[in-house]
């Protein structure tokens, strides 16, 4: 079964508005990692946050951990009309080389 | 993107035919894997590779077999495609970020449609 579980699992706001992404996985990991996947394209890594971590910033985007509840959210500020896309969230196990993808948010940004 | 190649970008076959995906990096990168997309159920790994005839089974490696003569070329083989096999699929590789931490690069994907 998926490690990770995204909510929503759709979002629509309009542009300018913020965009809040959630991820839930199941057991002990190395990092988590944010990727976004544009319509008909494979995924682009977009941030990675290791498991000491609570927050990072990367331009417009905050990730925040929370290992002891195993959840991760993503954050658009000012979102844009080419941010539309599905973002997911993966999760490197300790011990395994090979992440493991969540099911996707699929966000649309209304002009 | 750069230096991962897939072909072809899509195919349509017939239900018993075998199949072969190629992905193709010129970057030496030592891990490769191959997802499958599914509305529903995001990418699941289907087998990956750690090197050189080194590959091991994902979460959905039924009906998928995978070879790897070469560094640079990592094969996705459909024995006896059938309709369940209709998909979308992703070859990746590991690149190191920074210190051992490491993310993936993604091909453009095939589009396969057993009929």
């Known amino acids: 079964s998926q490690q990770g579980e995204e909510d929503p699992q759709a979002l629509s706001i309009q542009e300018g508005e913020n965009a809040t992404m959630n991820c839930s996985y199941k057991?002990?990991?190395?990092?988590l990692q944010w990727y976004r996947q544009n319509s008909g394209r494979g995924l682009v890594h977009l941030i990675l946050i290791r498991s000491n971590e609570r927050e990072k910033h990367s331009g417009r985007l905050r990730v925040t951990l929370d290992t002891s509840k195993k959840s991760s959210s993503l954050l658009i500020t000012a979102s844009r009309a080419a941010d539309t896309a599905s973002y997911f969230c993966?999760?490197?196990?300790?011990?395994?080389?090979?992440?493991?993808f969540g099911q996707g948010t699929r966000l649309t940004i209304n002009p | 993107d750069a230096g991962i190649t897939q072909s072809p970008r899509h195919k349509v076959t017939e239900t018993g035919t075998p199949v072969t995906l190629r992905c193709h990096q010129t970057?030496?990168?030592?891990?490769m894997y191959w997802y499958r997309q599914d509305p529903g159920h995001g990418l699941r790994l289907i087998h990956y590779s750690y090197g050189v005839k080194d590959t091991d089974k994902g979460e959905v490696s039924d009906g998928y077999s995978v070879s790897r003569s070469k560094t640079e070329d990592f094969l996705l083989t459909l024995e006896s495609a059938t309709s369940s096999q209709t998909s979308v699929y992703f070859c990746?590789?590991?690149?190191?970020?920074?210190?051992?931490?490491?993310?993936?690069?993604f091909g453009s994907g095939t589009r396969l449609t057993v009929v």
């Open positions: 970057e030496n990168h030592r891990y």
């Open positions: 057991t002990s990991i190395n990092n």
């Open positions: 993966a999760t490197a196990p300790q011990g395994a080389q090979k992440l493991v």
């Open positions: 990746a590789i590991s690149e190191e970020l920074r210190g051992r931490e490491y993310g993936y690069t």
